[in-house]
């Protein structure tokens, strides 16, 4: 006789979290990375309190991979800036 079961397994993920201190285009940022699942990171910006961050996570499958594409995304962000001032 076989019994359903309601409960789902989940296995727990380790809260680990990765913090990075990053320079890009001049400005300091700390960069947080999280496991969410195994092999699934994600990286954020750490609030610092009185500045608002709208900043959507990154993922990756490392640590070192979800702060990559973050620190990416940064540094477009600051050239596309940068490029458009020199425009103007």
């Known amino acids: 006789m076989q019994v359903a079961s309601r409960f789902l397994f989940h296995p727990t993920v380790a809260n680990h979290v990765h913090r990075f201190e990053e320079s890009i285009a001049g400005h300091p940022y700390q960069i947080e990375v999280a496991a969410v699942s195994k092999e699934r990171w994600r990286a954020y910006l ?7 961050t709208a900043l959507m996570p990154f993922y990756g499958r490392t640590p070192d991979e ?10 477009r ?12």
């Not at 750490?46 to 608002?52: A, K, L, Q, T």
């Not at 979800?66 to 540094?75: C, E, I, N, S």
Request: proline fraction near 7%; charge should be positive.
């Open 77 to 88: 962000a600051h050239n596309r800036v940068a490029g458009s001032a020199r425009r103007a």
């Open 46 to 52: 750490i609030r610092i309190p009185g500045v608002p």
């Open 66 to 75: 979800a702060a990559d594409k973050l620190r990416y995304w940064l540094r």
